[in-house]
């Protein structure tokens, strides 16, 4: 494919890579059999900054043993509206995303509860076409998206344990915050009007909860998305956003032979634009709903298989997600 516009169009997407989870069995001390699932989402920052919006991530806040370390291998592909960068002048988009990435989560002990801390980086690359001020262009491009670090810190439900005792210690309710900030390091040119970096950072605290009855749990976080300026957008505009809220759900069912599989769902808002000061009417209100598998393939490693798809839709959102990550663990 070629650019029949010089650098019109740059990479956008929802993609979102997570983690599988591994689940081990364990025993009381009556010796009768209970599943303990060691369970963490490896958050792979591998779209535009404005597409972060769409994360459906299940058993994002539940406890893990200190001293683990996580590494994953993830791939996502995504094709429609996948613009979902309202902050540029394109309309009726048709484009494919496709995301590779690597992430690396190390959980730690954080004044006597559980917490992790999660580096993650990726590449993206984009081919289709969008209109552009009436005229419709093509291109395809590939670039290194903005990295990410993420820590979280489970502040009820979950102390900071040794594998051993992890493994003797009931299921409960588990509630903490995170805090993830993406660095403005991802390929990114004021020529091009979506790119696969940012040039601005982005701020994400979140509060989560997880309860588990049996087979079943249910999550639920709240978060909010707080963009800095950039100076640099499309020439030498400054382009302004608001902040974009979110809630996510996630209902969640253990399988035989230790897979699981989850039905999620999501809404987000806001994220209004400002070029020069002058305000966009492109507020987001927007939903995604999806599903999970995960399954184990060894003691220390697990795949997950996910897809997602935009239900509903005011900018940036009538798309189609399917992806996978490998995952593998050690002391």
Avoid at 107 to 127: I, K, M, P, Q, Y
Avoid at 220 to 232: E, I, M, Y
Wanted: hydrophobic share 40%; net charge neutral; charged share 20%.
């Amino acid at each position: 494919m070629t650019i029949t516009r010089v650098n019109v169009l740059g990479i956008a997407g929802d993609a979102k890579l997570m983690s599988g989870v591994t689940p081990s069995p364990a025993k009381s001390a009556s010796g009768s059999a209970s599943w303990r699932l060691l369970a963490l989402v490896i958050f792979l920052g591998l779209c535009s900054v404005e597409a972060h919006s769409q994360e459906l991530e299940p058993r994002t806040y539940t406890n893990l043993p200190v001293g683990l370390n996580f590494a994953g291998l993830g791939y996502a592909y995504s094709e429609g509206e996948v613009n979902a960068a309202p902050s540029v002048p394109i309309e009726d988009a048709e484009l494919t995303l496709q995301v590779t990435g690597a992430a690396y989560v190390r959980s730690v002990d954080l004044w006597g509860r559980a917490g992790n801390f999660t580096a993650a980086w990726g590449r993206a690359c984009v081919e289709g076409s969008a209109l552009l001020e009436g005229e419709r262009v093509r291109g395809d491009r590939c670039g290194s998206t903005d990295p990410s670090l993420r820590v979280a810190y489970m502040f009820y439900g979950a102390p900071a344990m040794t594998m051993e005792a992890f493994r003797r210690t009931a299921v409960g309710r588990v509630i903490g915050l995170s805090l993830k900030v993406s660095a403005p390091w991802g390929d990114y040119s004021n020529e091009n009007i979506i790119n696969s970096g940012s040039n601005r950072w982005t701020i994400k605290p979140e509060i989560g909860a997880s309860n588990r009855w049996g087979k079943w749990s249910v999550d639920a976080a709240f978060g909010v998305r707080l963009f800095t300026d950039n100076d640099n957008f499309k020439g030498s505009v400054t382009l302004e956003q608001d902040p974009l809220y979110q809630v996510q759900l996630h209902l969640i069912y253990d399988l035989p032979k230790r897979w699981w599989i989850a039905l999620n769902g999501n809404y987000f808002w806001g994220g209004e634009t400002r070029k020069d000061g002058i305000r966009a009417d492109d507020r987001q209100e927007n939903s995604r709903l999806g599903l999970t598998l995960a399954l184990p393939l060894t003691r220390q490693q697990s795949l997950k298989l996910y897809a997602s798809r935009g239900i509903v839709t005011s900018i940036g959102n009538d798309s189609d997600t399917v992806g996978v990550l490998w995952q593998y663990r050690w002391q």
